[in-house]
């Protein structure tokens, strides 16, 4: 046991650090395969804007994530498990920054810890969403590197680094620009710490003038890099989602507005003091005299509370605003905030590397008494006054369950009542014994609750089932109809495809297909309504049905050979070779039969655009369509035919024949031993 212990004691800790980010990217990276999508409408958005349309005319300026997640394309239809593991990879690349940040206060130890946790804990579920969170998370942990590289140094260059690192993240997720409060007082309260000894009023002057810079490398980057890549467009900083979402936000009067945002700020402050209720009870303590304020450990807490307050204030005041049109005041938005929790756990370290003497213990005892009482009373109320959902609060939500709630509070108390008695000790606890069962707990939950979403819904389901079954420019021409709106973007984002229609229709009610785009001849209906006229075929699944509707005027839509059944009211084709580059189908038999699903018209006009391969150029070729007949020739270049005939209303099959199938390989011309004859590029039946 020694020799072990010993050995233990010599391991290099960054490669223990690091050796332990390996292990943690191998387990999310297997925790989150084989999961369905979870945010529907925000993961479609994020998927579509980065692989499907250009930059310029995405709804939003993230410019920067878009460019990384494009990279996804090169995965095929495994975009979504690419995604994923960009996330892990880009998600845990903060470790060394928060290490880094961490170390100017504690030890290498301590802060390879801390960093570990913080990427241990709940917010890595957001590696499991196709969502800028993950490198928003890391864009952060950057900016605030980059800030404390400042407050050691604080030179023009360093400012404009900081400046840049904003307008990076800001293209990341536009959130970044919450930041800029925070971080532009940071700036000013580093100018005071560095020049205003001896009574030097110079100082705001410096400031100002370091916040200039800030400011003006971050306006040139950002607009230089989004006229780079959307133009005029990508000189708007919100992007048009977030300025109509704005421009439609409910108007409640001021009095309600002030009730909503104390109803939200209550729930945000209950959750943060059952989860940190040591560390804020450190920074209640902590003592602001003229010694202190110049304080690198100064500098900490200052930046922790105005991060906190900057964001924890726009995100109350975001879920007042939208309230009434879009949100429930009973959701926390966390998500919106919680990747600076990590500066807890930093600043309560801080704390155990201090030489300084306990704080007044009647000053311990009656803020230690006020944050036990509050963490009781959020053991009543939190969890019946809130909903903490895995997407808006995961730091929660794998202790919403009542009893294991109940007892963590309990927990919480006991480091409290262990910091009253002694600073460091509760401290230690918190950090060693809270932290870890806080992570343990939650990560099960969240897989737990992960395990859930590995298996597709009825819209998963349908969605998928049309991406294996029609050809992408079918797709295009897809409307699909259902109540569940989140289950509409399931299946959309299944379908990959963004011209895709949407039509939330409530069950049962019936559907009027003369309001969608003439453009449009497939349905996917999913779930029961009344049956709809025009359909020329329906594939049926029990839950789902896929129709294939007629145009206004009840005739086919066309045939595009160069897709696979492109026509989609096809059943059977035979003597036709797979689609081709060149833009249709060779015939490989001595007949081609094409069997529609719909009885062909007793009266019908056939557009068919086609040319002859080689003997067969000039030869006449015969097309039937029951008793019908007609005969046609062929050159080697593409022509449209177009043949009236007539039938008896109740054929399914056209079948032309082929004079003379005749294979390159019999020509000499090369290896193909394919029996061609005509080339099919387009058919209409009007």
């Not at 048009?240 to 979402?245: K, P, S």
């Not at 155990?352 to 009482?373: D, F, V």
Request: with cysteine; net charge neutral.
């Amino acid at each position: 046991m020694k020799k072990l212990l010993s050995a233990i004691n010599k391991l290099d800790s960054r490669m223990v650090f690091f050796s332990t980010l390996v292990l943690i990217f191998f387990y999310l990276l297997f925790r989150n395969t084989g999961l369905y999508t979870m945010v529907q409408s925000d993961e479609w958005a994020y998927s579509s804007f980065s692989r499907l349309i250009p930059f310029n005319e995405a709804q939003l300026p993230s410019y920067l994530y878009f460019s990384i997640f494009h990279l996804t394309n090169y995965c095929g239809d495994g975009f979504l498990a690419c995604a994923r593991a960009l996330n892990v990879l880009l998600f845990l690349a903060a470790a060394p920054f928060i290490y880094l940040v961490a170390r100017n206060y504690m030890s290498g130890k301590l802060s390879g810890f801390i960093a570990i946790m913080s990427v241990c804990g709940p917010l890595n579920t957001y590696t499991a969403y196709f969502m800028p969170e993950a490198t928003y998370f890391l864009a952060f942990w950057v900016i605030t590197w980059a800030a404390f590289q400042f407050r050691a140094a604080p030179t023009s260059k360093r400012c404009a680094v900081l400046g840049i690192t904003i307008a990076l993240a800001s293209m990341i997720k536009i959130h970044a620009l919450f930041l800029l409060p925070a971080l532009l007082l940071f700036i000013l309260y580093t100018a005071y710490a560095t020049y205003s000894g001896n009574g030097n009023s110079t100082w705001l002057r410096t400031g100002l003038r370091l916040i200039s810079i800030a400011l003006a490398s971050a306006a040139l980057v950002r607009f230089g890099i989004g006229a780079l890549y959307a133009g005029k467009n990508g000189l708007d900083l919100l992007g048009t989602l977030y300025r109509n979402q704005a421009a439609g936000t409910a108007h409640p009067t001021m009095q309600h507005l002030l009730e909503l945002t104390l109803v939200s700020a209550s729930g945000h402050a209950m959750g943060l003091i059952v989860l940190f209720g040591v560390p804020l009870a450190a920074t209640l303590v902590y003592p602001m005299n003229r010694t202190e304020s110049k304080s690198t450990t100064t500098a900490l807490l200052l930046y922790l509370l105005l991060m906190l307050g900057s964001l924890l204030a726009i995100t109350v005041m975001f879920t007042a605003t939208v309230v009434g049109l879009y949100d429930s005041i009973t959701r926390l938005h966390m998500r919106y905030y919680d990747f600076i929790i990590p500066l807890f756990l930093i600043f309560a370290g801080s704390q155990l590397s201090r030489n300084s003497s306990e704080p007044p213990i009647i000053k311990k005892l009656i803020i230690g008494t006020m944050i036990a009482i509050a963490i009781i009373y959020s053991r009543y109320f939190l969890l019946e006054q809130f909903s903490p959902s895995i997407i808006d609060c995961p730091d929660l939500n794998g202790l919403s369950i009542k009893h294991i709630f109940n007892q963590f509070t309990v927990l919480a108390v006991f480091c409290i009542a262990a910091w009253i008695t002694n600073n460091k000790l509760g401290i230690k606890l918190f950090l060693y014994v809270f932290m870890p069962i806080y992570t343990i707990l939650t990560s099960i939950a969240i897989a737990h609750t992960f395990r859930s979403s590995m298996a597709p819904d009825i819209y998963e389901r349908a969605g998928i089932y049309v991406h294996d079954h029609l050809s992408k420019d079918e797709i295009a021409k897809v409307i699909v109809i259902g109540a569940d709106d989140a289950g509409l973007f399931k299946s959309k984002f299944h379908m990959d495809n963004p011209k895709v229609d949407l039509q939330s229709t409530p069950k049962g009610q019936p559907i009027d297909i003369s309001r969608f785009a003439h453009d449009k001849h497939w349905l996917l209906i999913i779930g029961d309504y009344p049956s709809i006229p025009n359909v020329l075929s329906r594939q049926d699944s029990g839950d789902y049905s896929l129709l294939l509707i007629a145009n206004e005027d009840g005739t086919i839509p066309p045939i595009d050979f160069s897709k696979p059944l492109a026509g989609g009211d096809l059943v059977h084709i035979k003597g036709l070779s797979n689609p081709e580059s060149w833009g249709g189908s060779w015939s490989i038999d001595d007949n081609v039969e094409l069997k529609f699903d719909t009885a062909l018209p007793k009266k019908l006009t056939l557009h068919l655009t086609a040319d002859a391969y080689g003997p067969n150029i000039g030869q006449n070729f015969v097309i039937m369509i029951g008793a019908s007949r007609q005969t046609f020739n062929l050159t080697n270049e593409a022509r449209e035919l177009i043949f009236n005939m007539e039938t008896d209303g109740a054929q399914h099959v056209i079948t032309i024949e082929i004079p003379q199938p005749t294979s390159p390989k019999q020509l000499g011309i090369s290896e193909d031993a394919r029996r061609l004859g005509i080339a099919m590029i387009r058919m209409k039946i009007e």
